[in-house]
Structure formats: C-alpha cells, structure tokens
C-alpha cells in the first residue's frame, strides 16, 4: 500500500515540477502544503478517517524530501 502512495505523490511532484519550471524543490514544497491544507479541511469536517489517511501522505512526502536531500548532498 505504501508504494502505491508513493507512485501516487510522486506523480503528484513531477505534475508539479513542470508547472514550476523544473524547481523541484518547490514542487516538494507546494505538493507539501497543498497535503497540509488538505488535512486541515478534513479535520475541520470531522472526516477524520480522511485527514489520517492525508497524514500518512504527508509522512510518506517527508521521507521522500529526506531521500532526496540525502542524495543530492
């Protein structure tokens, strides 16, 4: 299941980083705060089945950050 999500926010980013002219950074970061505010409206709606399931995307996102901050270091 977790590969799945990853495929899933990978996509997400690479959509992103064309629409950020190849600034994949801030494509991390605006997949990241799009997830955030996601969250956030869930939790707010008391849908909380979803805001945990969009909080296992944001955990999955940061490792993904952390992977590839590793390696471009």
Known sequence: ????RMKRLQREVQER??????NLK???QDVLDH???????YY???????????M??????KEMIVKY???TN
């Open 35 to 41: 997830l955030y505010k996601e969250h956030e409206l």
């Open 44 to 54: 707010d709606n008391d849908r909380h089945v979803q805001a945990i399931d969009t």
């Open 1 to 4: 299941m977790k590969e799945l």
């Open 26 to 28: 801030q494509s991390f």
């Open 17 to 22: 980083v064309v629409m950020n002219d190849g």
């Open 56 to 61: 296992r995307d944001i955990t999955t996102l």
């Open 69 to 71: 901050n590793e390696t």
